[in-house]
């Protein structure tokens, strides 16, 4: 697979008869919400784990040095918190702009965690990257995806802020992720902050 997934996005019918549908996001869109939304809450989904193996070639790195951004893999034990955002079906050519990079739209079910919509369930959309596509690095050590992570930087900026933020929302969700932490605390132990001149740019 592309890894330009515009198109294949493009094709899917998710959208017809509705005039909102909730979203749900587990990584940039968590700390970096440039969309318009009707209504946000957290949620959780069964079944998923996070994994810095997915390849960023056009945010946080580039085509020769890509940097590593999250995608789920399936863990039928664990569960993943994030935001649920209700958005209107126009929103998606951004999103999926955004997320063109390997991450195809599923169909998800969600739960919301906080009152007074606890426990109950709603049907939306996720933007997940599958092993298939072209983009995809894998798995590796935490210490190593931290390395990678530290000198990795594209026209969205640093890779390690990627990092550093979504491990700050997830601890003020009280939601603090165990792969997300372990990367966090390898670049903060390395302090990365040299490497690179600062920019901050897009998502
Ligand atoms: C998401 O945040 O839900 C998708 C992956 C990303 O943009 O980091």
New binding site residues.
């Given amino acids: 697979m592309a890894h330009d997934t515009r198109e294949l996005n493009r094709r899917q019918d998710h959208f017809t008869g509705r005039s909102d549908i909730w979203l749900f996001?587990?990584?940039?869109?968590?700390h970096k919400v440039d969309f318009p939304f009707l209504e946000a809450r957290d949620a959780r989904i069964q079944g998923w784990a996070r994994r810095f193996w997915q390849g960023s070639h056009d945010h946080r790195g580039t085509p020769e040095a890509p940097g590593r951004?999250?995608t789920l893999v399936e863990a039928p034990d664990e569960t993943c918190v994030g935001v649920a955002y209700r958005v209107t079906p126009d929103v998606f050519e951004h999103l999926d702009h955004r997320?063109k990079n390997g991450?195809l739209r599923l169909t998800i079910d969600m739960t919301f965690i906080r009152p007074p919509h606890q426990g109950r369930h709603a049907n939306g959309l996720?933007?997940i990257a599958g092993p298939n596509n072209a983009a995809w690095l894998g798995p590796a050590s935490e210490a190593a995806i931290a390395r990678q992570i530290a000198r990795s930087q594209g026209p969205s900026g640093r890779n390690d802020d990627y990092v550093l933020k979504l491990d700050a929302a997830l601890q003020d969700m009280g939601a603090e992720d165990p792969h997300v932490a372990a990367i966090a605390r390898h670049l903060r132990a390395s302090d990365s902050s040299h490497a690179h001149p600062s920019a901050d740019r897009e998502y």
């Fill in positions: 996001g587990y990584g940039s869109l968590i951004v999250l997320e991450y996720i933007y």
